[in-house]
């Protein structure tokens, strides 16, 4: 069965510093990947996807994230991280083209706190 | 920047009643789908919808919850008789399509908060 596996249920950085969020996913086809922000009190919102192609993937507010076949990872990085950047995220994998209309399958998610 | 919205923000209903659960999808979106997010876990898928039915639905999705598109730009999600475990916070997300291809990305309203007493 599909699933999503998020290790680091909380990280803590300092401002300034690099990130990186792990992701490892189950699926026995090509995943669609996703990566969600939450920030408190707020909406899940689309940071970046892969579908296909180039498989370092850029994504909003500076993000980005690498797709590893062979590690069945989708890591998600940012080379600073502001202070604004403090909410939690979530990795997501979607069903294949002529799936399952595409319902997506979340990992547990990752806190994130930044330090001054 | 079109977006998904939801109403109510916060619901508090007594246990045993009905709710509704509103969202307004992204005009030409054709895929919607219900997630919810009980405290402290995971997102979890419960819905899909498409052509006016259900495209898939999760086993949490039993017979006490219902969806439906009752016009041109609501899609809601009603409880019948809600229990305790139903507290949640429930996302409504639309896509334009539910297929393939870069479309298929799902955009998420920014939920509503269920509290069950």
């Known amino acids: 069965a599909q699933s999503v596996t998020q290790p680091d249920i909380h990280i803590t950085v300092s401002e300034g510093a690099s990130l990186e969020l792990r992701c490892n996913y189950s699926?026995?086809?090509?995943?669609?990947l996703f990566w969600y922000v939450q920030s408190p009190g707020q909406g899940l919102q689309l940071l970046l996807k892969?579908?296909?192609?180039?498989?370092l993937v850029q994504g909003i507010k500076g993000f980005e994230a690498e797709f590893k076949r062979s590690q069945s990872s989708f890591n998600l990085r940012k080379p600073s991280v502001h202070w604004s950047d403090a909410a939690e995220y979530f990795c997501a994998v979607g069903a294949e083209y002529g799936g399952s209309q595409g319902n997506l399958i979340f990992g547990k998610g990752t806190k994130l706190s930044v330090k001054p | 920047e079109p977006e998904v919205t939801q109403t109510p923000s916060h619901q508090v209903t007594q246990m045993g009643q009905e709710v509704i659960l509103r969202c307004v999808p992204i005009?030409?979106?054709?895929?919607f789908y219900w997630y919810r997010q009980i405290l402290g876990q995971k997102v979890e898928f419960l819905v899909s919808f498409y052509n006016n039915e259900i495209s898939e639905k999760s086993e949490i999705f039993d017979d006490q919850f219902s969806v439906e598109r009752p016009d041109g730009s609501n899609f809601t999600l009603k409880i019948r008789s809600t229990k305790l475990e139903d507290s949640a916070m429930y996302f409504c997300?639309?896509?334009?399509?539910?297929?393939?291809?870069?479309?298929?990305?799902?955009?998420f309203g920014p939920g509503t908060r269920l509290l069950v007493l």
């Open positions: 892969y579908f296909s192609g180039d498989t």
């Open positions: 005009s030409n979106h054709l895929y």
């Open positions: 997300a639309s896509s334009v399509t539910g297929g393939g291809g870069t479309q298929e990305t799902q955009y």
């Open positions: 699926y026995g086809a090509t995943p669609y």
